[in-house]
């Protein structure tokens, strides 16, 4: 079956701008995962979704940055008034189990903030 | 502080020379152990879960160890289709898991 998709592989923006970053994970997993990978650190954990509820948003670096879920299903990264500092790979991840196990990486979505 | 530490950072090796990757972890409770794959411009890729120490998982070439302290990735006679980043992670909380920066490993044909 389709693995976790993630759009788009690249967004180039500029400073100041707003981005949204969309994930697609496997159908039937509940639990979905936001990290980010910046270059040379280990990912770095965002957000957690279960189901379309978020119990912990302690990861996501600003106010600027928010997540939804809607439908048990897809999911929307949104980065408000971008910074350079914003530019890495982010990474949606799903899994079957509510708590813990495998997950299954999208591809990422390359973010460059100039 | 709960941290993982991956080493060595970069691994060349020849094609059939055998080597192992360390994964070193600090938690206050490990709920489990995960390796992953990365090739460039892609997402991790499941390889194995450990839970507890002694647990032992093999696939293909590879097999990862676990003891109290440290994991242990060993690749037996690599190909250069083994080249990748491996990750290391540790599951600390419900949903809550820490990466290493992982190793980069060359397989030179």
């Known amino acids: 079956g389709a693995g976790v998709s993630q759009s788009p592989s690249n967004k180039v923006t500029e400073k100041g701008k707003d981005v949204e970053l969309r994930c697609d994970p496997i159908s039937g997993h509940t639990a979905l995962y936001w990290y980010r990978q910046s270059l040379g650190q280990g990912l770095e954990f965002l957000i957690y979704f279960q189901g379309n509820s978020a119990p912990d948003k302690s990861g996501l670096p600003s106010d600027r940055f928010s997540a939804e879920r809607t439908g048990g299903s897809v999911s929307t990264l949104t980065i408000q008034r971008t910074q350079q500092e914003d530019s890495a790979v982010y990474l949606c991840?799903?899994?079957?189990?509510?708590?813990?196990?495998?997950?299954?990486f999208g591809p990422g979505t390359r973010l460059t903030v100039l | 502080e709960d941290q993982v530490t991956q080493s060595p950072e970069a691994l060349r090796l020849q094609e059939g020379e055998s080597s192992s990757l360390n994964c070193s972890y600090t938690v206050s409770g490990l709920r489990g152990l995960f390796w992953y794959r990365q090739d460039p411009g892609k997402g991790p890729e499941f390889l194995f879960t450990l839970y507890s120490a002694g647990e032992e998982k093999e696939k293909e070439r590879l097999k990862a160890t676990l003891t109290k302290k440290k994991s242990f990735l060993h690749i037996t006679a690599p190909k250069p289709e083994d080249s990748a980043t491996y990750l290391c992670a540790v599951q600390i909380g419900t949903y809550k898991y820490i990466f290493g920066t992982g190793t980069r490993l060359k397989v030179l044909a």
């Open positions: 991840a799903s899994s079957f189990r509510l708590a813990g196990g495998e997950q299954f």
